[in-house]
């Protein structure tokens, strides 16, 4: 490399990394584009059916494994935290408990005009190509790559954890055909403590990082369109929506900080949803009080039968 090749490459990746600041972002860490999973543990993942209804994730198997299957000539990778955390608040009778993800904005909204603009400052050192983003939509392995990148680590729940912000983060990728330098990445520092796998109500956390998504009330309560298996369905608890037992009970997010973002703070009512509310409700009075919220993605037939269900273990004798 020349002399003026390594000065425009620290110079390029120091404006990155300004630019990701003044975005408003919480982190920011960069990883040489190539494949992020040699040993083929998705593979292995997806030949168990952990994977659940998620086929998708067949498909693009070879894309997740190499981004440069997406993006031919892929150079790096741009890997950016935003946090969403934001403290409970009290909880109501006769009401179903949501996710912390889903309190405000949907994230994919919040997030897609600060990430183009970073992309837009990639793509302005190389005027012949054009960036990939991806904010968990496209078929990016989002938290392997920013491990690598530095942004933080593995923890024992398949979160991504980061020192000061905890797992209470969204991330956006960005694959770029510009040159960049690399962050190292962050070892795991979760050592013996396995509080998230003794807390899941479901047993889903099946080894450390290994989650099977045939058995996590997340999986159930957002992504399975269909019925929800008799076995799991007294585990929901009161989770109406997602379910955040492994983060709360993490020791790395006792300290996590409140969201600065507006958008990510908790709209009215929506930390736990009234059961009956959702249950005598149409759709048009559904879609609009739902509107750009991440809870809107489950449809009106979703949330009513995860009500149902909710409603029913409030019912049930105790065990």
Known sequence: MTLAAGSALRLHTQAVKARAAELGFDAVGIAEAGPIDPDDRLGGWLAQGYHAGMTWMEHTKSVRQDVRA????????????????????PGQPGAGRVSRYAWGRDYHRALAKPLRALAQLLDAFDPKSRSYCSIDTGPVAERAWAQRAGVGWFGKNAMLIREG????????????????????PVEERCGTCRRCIDACPTGAIIAPGLIDARRCIAYHTVENRGEIPADIRPHFGDW??????????????RRAPTTSLKDFRPRPGNASLDLEMLETMDEPAFNKRFEGSPIRRIGLSGIQRNASIVRCNAAAPPQ
């Open 70 to 89: 997406k993006l031919p000539g892929a150079r790096s990778v741009v890997v950016v935290a935003r946090n969403y955390h934001a403290p409970r608040p």
């Open 165 to 184: 912000l905890g797992s209470w983060c969204f991330l956006g990728t960005i694959i770029t055909k510009v040159v960049l330098e690399s962050d190292t």
């Open 240 to 253: 109406l929506f997602g379910c955040d037992t492994c983060q709360d009970v993490c020791p790395w997010n």
